[in-house]
């Protein structure tokens, strides 16, 4: 009963996701959405270098002090991080201000893109705490209840204020977010025995490590994803921006699904690896979900690209306005079969190869560039562009999986010969 309450739930939450996105897609002009595209995907990347391996050291740490009912110091952790986030935020205000004056911008812009990244880099830290808990109803609960917040702030700010007030509206939505999430732990915690110890460091540092691999890979898988609306926008122009970014918007909604995924099982590979179970059996778990999520996917985007390409009313408005095809569809529907990265990065912190992780990401980056290098001197097609986007996504999955399989009969043998790289 767990799992189908946990599928429907968060099925639930990425349909509200996307169609926050979709709303406000219809509902701001199209250079405008561009423009919130872009500066919204900035402050997804930005969080990156907020947190600076912060957050990052959390995903397996919190699994593992949960695991070994050290609750209360997981609890603590995570309030302490978020401290020291908020501080950087107020740090980089003026800085982005600064920035913006000097580059003759809008200083909103700036001031906009720090504010995502704390909002993000808040909602990351408290789910990692909450994930963690392994506690699928308010876990469940609290994403669904943040995409609902989402929608309604973002589309009243859009409203009323534009593309400055829809920014506002989601970073509300998210700080809002992680506070639910942090309640819902702490209940959890008063319920169930916990072991305190007195020195938090020392347990933290010992069981998650400085995070500063994963921080790194994680910074580099992320600048394709976050920057690729700014090199579309200098290469292509505004108009094939705007249609690109209405095009990424499916996506994102393949890599929500996604992380929604990991919320679940990212935890669970962790503390079954803690338990003694071996790389085969991981694999074999996470290939179960990631067999569900291409399923789902595939159906999503074939209804998605006949309503939009063959529909009337909005969606041929949509149509018209974006210039969508069925060829476009095809790249993306490659594109978002590939966004299981994530998954596959747990299965690697699972077993303390972060460095494995870290070498994955950077390849993969290495190969964006290289994409963007072609495009940028040789020309392509917006088509061209996000079918070598997916060959480069491609690359990234099967470098992340290589060293699990190289190894996998060799650790299914021995459990306790753990190669450590953290």
Known sequence: MRTPFYVGVMGLAVGVTFARSFTLATVLP??????????????????????????????????R????????????????????LFLRFLVCLPISAACALIANANVLA?????????????????????????????????????????????????????LYGAILGEVAAAIVGALISRTCVIKLIRRLPTTAFSNVSVVTQELGGSGRWVFFGFLAAAAPMYLDRT???????????????????????????????????GPELIQMER?????????????RWIMLFWFAWL???????????????????????????????YAIAALGLVQISVLLDFILLSQDRERSLFVAAVTYLTATALVCGVVYYFGAS?????????IAKLIHCVMQVSPVLLSSSFLSKSSNKRRYES
């Open 30 to 63: 199209q250079v405008e959405f561009g423009v919130y595209a872009t500066l919204a995907a900035a402050g997804f990347f930005v969080s990156n270098l907020l947190s600076f391996g912060l957050v990052e050291r959390t995903y397996k740490l919190y699994p």
């Open 65 to 84: 002090l949960w695991a070994d009912s050290q609750r209360d110091v997981a609890r603590v952790q995570c309030d302490g991080t978020v401290r020291v």
């Open 110 to 162: 700036g001031l906009s893109v720090v504010s995502v990244a704390f909002g993000i880099s808040m909602i990351g830290a408290y789910t990692s705490l909450h994930r963690a808990t392994t506690d699928v109803y308010t876990l469940s609960f609290t994403t669904l209840a943040r995409s609902v917040l989402s929608i309604i702030l973002a589309l009243f700010g859009a409203l009323a204020f534009g």
């Open 231 to 265: 090199f579309v926008t200098t290469s292509f122009g505004g108009s094939v921006a705007g249609t690109y970014a209405f095009l990424s918007l499916f996506v994102v909604a393949a890599n929500t699904a996604v992380g929604i995924l990991a919320q679940k099982i």
């Open 275 to 287: 338990r003694g179970a071996s790389a085969n059996r991981l694999l074999r778990y996470a290939l």
């Open 299 to 329: 159906v999503g985007i074939i209804c998605a690209a006949i309503l939009l390409i063959e529909g009337g009313g909005v969606f041929g408005a949509l149509n018209e306005k974006y210039g969508l095809n069925f060829p476009l569809f």
């Open 382 to 390: 917006l088509l061209e562009f996000l079918c070598m986007l997916a």
